[in-house]
């Protein structure tokens, strides 16, 4: 019903720049939240920033002044700016989206993408 697709990844030297784009696509409403999620090997996956339909938004602690969350909702996409890369930001990243399909569902349904590899090289 709801497809996200991840795009940006790739290979950055510490201190480099990526920008990380999800878009959504099928039937949708309203997305109330968007997310992106990362997994680096060994590790268990864990959610790096998100931002709600009205715009408030959250990062864990160690992207915190580096990474910037946005999202367009007319298009139904949104962006993960990533500055100041270091190799511990080395991981897949995934997107997500709590998708609401029509005005009449109560509930919100979550979706996810298919990852983007980053890699930062020390």
């Known amino acids: 019903q709801v497809q996200l697709v991840e795009s940006g990844g790739g290979v950055v030297q510490a201190g480099g720049s990526l920008r990380l784009s999800c878009a959504a696509s099928?039937?949708?409403?309203?997305?109330?939240?968007m997310g992106w999620y990362r997994q680096a090997p060994g590790n268990p996956r864990e959610l790096v920033a998100s931002?709600?339909?009205?715009?408030?938004?959250n990062y864990v602690d160690s992207v915190k002044g580096r990474f910037t969350i946005s999202r367009d909702n007319a298009k139904n996409t949104f962006n993960l700016q990533m500055n100041s890369l270091k190799p511990e930001d080395t991981a897949v990243y995934f997107c997500?989206?709590?998708?609401?399909?029509?005005?009449?569902?109560?509930?919100?349904?979550?979706?996810w993408g298919q990852g983007t590899l980053v890699t930062v090289s020390s």
């Open positions: 997500n989206a709590d998708v609401r399909p029509s005005s009449s569902s109560s509930s919100a349904f979550r979706y």
């Open positions: 099928g039937r949708i409403f309203s997305i109330v939240v």
């Open positions: 931002i709600t339909g009205s715009g408030s938004t």
